[in-house]
């Protein structure tokens, strides 16, 4: 039976009588003329976009007596749903509901269902991977709600592809065989869902249409457009349903004239034929003149001297920011300004509106909490925005790293976890101490390697260990009993089973929350929330469709279903306080001011969701909109935004995102198109109002500060300005001692790394690599070519010269492959090739024993590995001076001549000889070492570096004979004066060549602005 209903069209003039509209029809009396007495129309349901739309329309009923006049009933106070509350509301009113199916089981469902039609034997030229899926659940659901059915949908896809040759056309004959694969994915997904006993929303819609309602709706007041005209507006569907739905007697459609003129009103009237238009619906003139729209002066500057005698600038109606921070300061200095000079309208009243909740609602936080204004927003964060997000990753790529070093150590690191071993928690102190072992160690991941260090550990048990070593095998044990429980996740099992294991894990090691921490409310309800979305996904996977997953599998849906769930943050609550809102949700709110920020292209108007499917063209032919559509709706809505608030309207953009350059939205064309005033704004606020411009603006006050943060402040106002030399790396006079000459090398580097390094004796972070780091390398190169000649001079040799150059090979080639024995097969081939070359190239045995075969004097002795340590005499300009040192020298070839030859290995580039200190201070420091050795005096000859890269392999350290001593002296006085800013304290970030801080291990404690101004 088909109800007799009343539709009509409310068309208002702008958004102060859309709210005025909605108010009078929502009021049973007020909504009918001549009432009989004693009879109370039935309340409606207003239908609204958002649930922050409601929120505000929920504001504006509490104040309704103000806005209605004298006489009118406020006392009935209907409550606003959304389209997806609506369904809800009409599902529970039926005689015999079906359960609802949960967005988690239908996209199991979906799964499930494209899976089954893909082993069906249709071919696809992709894969079915769970994003795609998604996609294709999303088409599906925008052709139900298009009223388009599956074989409707696939008849019109191949009327659109008639008269195209698939045989000459490779992409028309994929569309056809997406097209069957779709709706064939889309017919087995519906049968799925009526076999599963339960309802989406295009089951219930038919269920609605067919069924009374144990419990009859009767009015229905709908305030959103549909969604071309609005994102969250109703679809063809929607409308049919209303139009059809047994005992609904009265259908209200409110909408602006700006909407309407875009098309929406066409597109109603076919829709629903025969719908009256109400102009105005009686409302009386509110006789609120427009707000004035506040823009910057014409010649605005940072800090105008008089802005009061600036005058307006009507072709630039708009003010341009830095970034989005900036604009919520100039929000915070306006609403100052204005309190200062007595025009401020109550908090409640101002409006700060966006496009996209976020960042703006995290700047929100540190802006306005700042400033000390309270806000107040309606909006839900992503859940993957939560830490407790972050904590859920670290644990699956534990599992997918096959427990790498980095992993496990972030994984222990993580204050959302917490791991004990024998009772005792494992601390961060604990953590870098397993850190530096596993590295030491060689640990490249693996849950049997990690156990086989483990299981050494207990072997030789704790006697004797120093605290780290004892702390590093507490939280490996700690560790691998952790990388244990987490191993079953690595193996193929049922979806449910994999997700039941991720969660048994998170239950067994989350960190308990103290009461009195303050961020202890929202990190319990991020939790939950994540852990109830999870028990869902394990659930509809037992229940619906049971896939075998990996820990791939795994992390992809967890990831997935963590970003889909939203989380509303415990926001401070205040009577008076701004509201931070959507445009949708300030459609419905009455303000005096409002504040519209992020006018930026590709948010204003939103860039719309494309299609993966098919092309615009297609689309069109299944009831998709042109883009002209909606971007005639989008300038409507942004124009009536304009002039919403009853005083007014400040509208910005900003030219940065993330250092990115972003341009301005064309809508700003748009803004001389709403008839309203422009006027200049006047003084506004630079005086401190944020807790930093106390210490940052002159004079420094502490007026703002108590308790630990007025101390603190007290010693920043106290301390040097940053003019002074100890923020410039000046750390005063430090106490004399012996430094390696290697170090002295890094100083000259960079003074900042040496300070890291030496001083403060601050660990470099590893680095995981499948073979050699470059340290290790080098080390490694350096104790080769030691056994080498060590074994060459017991074996009573001396040179190598021509006629022995197969011998030093042979003898070469045995060491290096005793050495080669620990390593593993692959980092052994690759040191093996290096050291002993191949048919492409020679090695760096063959270009040691060259060099030394060209040379005609005799080699008496070989001095490896030289330690030279103690006080030495150096040559300076200011005469000679006693320096305490120390240094390894690689090798120290005495020569038959009196002369010794001085070497040193390079696994990398030789150093620039200008800069380099390390040959030049040995060869110094050994002649007076060796001032009586074997009963003679020995004086430097030759020093050269064995470089293994760049153009030669032997590089000396003289460029002639005659350069000797000027080199020498040359590095003596560099020598003193590294000494002398180091003993001055002077540490500055200067390096000699910039690209060092590219790869520099203390960058995260380095001050690098200061690189290059000093």
């Not at 090398?745 to 073979?771: I, M, N, S, W």
């Not at 390398?777 to 001079?793: L, P, R």
């Not at 075969?853 to 001076?881: C, D, K, Q, Y």
Request: aromatic share 8%; hydrophobic share 40%.
């Amino acid at each position: 039976m088909i109800t007799p209903r009343q539709t009509r069209l409310v068309r208002v003039s702008d958004l102060h009588a859309f709210r005025r509209a909605i108010l009078s029809l929502s009021n049973p009396e007020a909504s009918t003329k001549n009432p009989e007495p004693g009879i109370r129309k039935p309340e409606p349901i207003v239908l609204v976009p958002t649930r922050s739309a409601a929120r505000q329309l929920e504001l504006t009923f509490v104040g309704a007596d103000r806005r209605l006049g004298p006489g009118a009933d406020t006392q009935v106070l209907p409550c606003p749903v959304t389209r997806d509350e609506l369904y809800e509301h009409l599902r529970t009113k039926l005689p015999n509901p079906l359960r609802w199916l949960t967005a988690i089981e239908r996209a199991v469902i979906a799964q499930a269902a494209a899976l089954a039609t893909a082993s069906s034997g249709i071919e696809i030229s992709f894969e079915l991977r769970p994003g795609l899926v998604a996609e294709m659940l999303r088409f599906y659901d925008q052709l139900r709600r298009q009223s388009q059915q599956v074989s409707r949908f696939e008849a019109l896809i191949e009327g659109a592809l008639d008269g195209a040759d698939a045989e000459v056309d490779r992409g028309v004959w994929r569309m056809r065989q997406q097209t069957r694969f779709l709706a064939a994915t889309f017919r087995e997904y519906e049968r799925r869902v009526r076999e599963s006993g339960s309802c989406d929303e295009h089951l219930l819609r038919e269920q609605l249409i067919r069924q009374p309602l144990a419990d009859p709706i009767r009015r229905i007041i709908v305030t959103v457009a549909d969604w071309i005209a609005d994102d969250n507006g109703l679809y063809v569907a929607d409308f049919d349903l209303l139009s059809r739905i047994p005992n609904l007697e009265s259908i209200d459609i409110v909408c602006t004239e700006g909407v309407l003129r875009s098309g929406f009103h066409e597109r109603l009237h076919g829709w629903l034929p025969g719908i009256a238009d109400v102009s105005g619906f009686g409302i009386r003139d509110s006789g609120l003149a427009k707000p004035v729209v506040v823009v910057p002066p014409s010649d605005i500057s940072t800090k105008p001297t008089n802005p009061e005698s600036q005058i307006p600038n009507p072709e630039h109606p708009w003010w341009t920011h830095r970034d989005r921070e900036e604009e919520l300061v100039t929000v915070v200095r306006m609403i100052k300004a204005n309190r200062r000079r007595g025009e401020a309208v109550p908090l409640s009243r101002t409006a700060v509106v966006y496009k996209r909740p976020l960042p703006y609602l995290y700047l929100a936080a540190e802006v306005f909490g700042a400033a000390n204004i309270p806000y107040q927003t309606a909006d839900a964060l992503p859940l993957a925005s939560q830490p407790t997000a972050a904590a859920f990753d670290l644990v699956l790529e534990a599992v997918v790293s096959d427990f790498t070093r980095d992993a496990l150590v972030s994984l222990l690191r993580s204050p959302h976890l917490v791991f004990f071993d024998e009772g005792r928690e494992v601390t961060r102190e604990m953590t870098s101490a397993l850190n530096r072992a596993l590295s030491d160690a060689r640990y490249l991941g693996g849950l049997e390697k990690l156990e086989g260090l483990e299981g050494a550990d207990s072997r030789e048990g704790r006697e004797g260990q120093d605290g780290r070593d004892w702390s590093a095998r507490a939280a490996r044990r700690a560790v691998v009993a952790a990388a244990r429980e987490l191993a079953p996740l690595a193996s193929p099992r049922p979806a449910s089973q994999q997700v039941r294991l991720l969660l048994d894990f998170w239950a067994s090691h989350v960190r308990p929350l103290a009461d009195e921490d303050p961020f202890a409310s929202n990190e319990r309800r991020a939790r939950a929330a994540i852990v109830e979305a999870l028990t869902a996904l394990a659930g509809a996977h037992a229940s619906q469709d049971e896939p075998s997953w990996t820990i791939d599998n795994l992390r992809v849906a967890v990831r997935r279903i963590v970003e889909e769930q939203t989380f509303s943050v415990d926001a401070p609550s205040a009577h008076e306080a701004v509201q931070f809102l959507d445009d949708q949700a300030a459609r419905y709110g009455d303000f005096d001011d409002l504040t519209i920020v992020g006018v930026v292209e590709n948010e204003w108007p939103e860039k719309p969701r494309r299609n993966i499917f098919y092309p615009p063209g297609i689309l069109k032919s299944l009831g998709w909109p042109t883009e002209k559509d909606r971007r005639a709706a989008a300038d409507a809505r942004f124009l009536e935004l304009l002039a919403s608030p009853a005083r007014r309207t400040v509208v910005s953009t900003f030219t940065l995102d993330d250092d990115a350059l972003v341009m301005r939205s064309m809508q700003l064309d748009e803004i001389r198109r709403a008839g309203l005033s422009p006027v200049a704004a006047g003084s506004i606020d630079y005086a401190r109002i944020f807790l930093d411009e106390a210490l940052s603006q002159e004079p420094p006050t502490l007026a703002p500060f108590d308790g630990v943060t007025h101390e603190w402040a007290s010693r920043r106002v106290a301390g040097a300005s940053l003019d002074a030399p100890s923020f410039h790396g000046s750390i005063g006079r430090q106490p004399a001692r012996a430094w390696s000459v290697s170090a002295l090398e890094t100083y000259l580097g960079c003074p900042f790394r040496f300070f890291a390094q030496h001083v403060l004796a601050l660990d470099e972070d590893p680095d995981d690599e499948e073979v050699m780091d470059p340290r290790r390398q080098g080390q490694f190169i350096h104790e080769v070519f030691a056994q080498f000649f060590k074994a060459w001079q017991d074996a009573g040799h001396r040179a190598i010269d021509a006629g022995r150059l197969e011998e030093a090979r042979l003898l070469f080639a045995d060491v290096v492959e005793r050495l080669l024995a620990p390593l593993s097969p692959a980092e052994a081939g690759l040191e093996r090739t290096r050291l002993l070359g191949s048919s492409a190239a020679a090695g760096l045995g063959e270009a040691v024993f060259r060099m030394e075969a060209e040379r005609p004097i005799a080699v008496v002795e070989r001095l490896l590995e030289h330690r030279l340590e103690g006080e030495f005499t150096i040559a300076t300009s200011n005469g000679p001076r006693t320096i305490a040192l120390k240094g390894k020298a690689d090798r120290l070839d005495l020569l038959e001549d009196g002369t010794f030859r001085l070497i040193d290995y390079k696994l990398g580039w030789p150093p620039d000889r200008a800069r380099a200190l390390q040959l030049s201070i040995y060869g110094v420091c050994a002649e007076q070492r060796l001032g009586s050795h074997r009963g003679r005096r020995w004086t430097l000859g030759e020093a050269a570096y064995l470089a293994f890269k760049g153009p030669r392999r032997v590089v000396p350290l003289f460029p002639t004979p005659a350069k000797r001593d000027e080199v020498l002296a040359a590095a003596q006085q560099r020598l003193a004066d590294t000494i002398d800013r180091i003993a001055l304290g002077e540490f500055p970030p200067t390096p000699d060549d910039v690209f060092r801080c590219e790869t520099c291990t203390f960058a995260s404690v380095c001050r690098k602005d200061y690189v290059g101004e000093v």
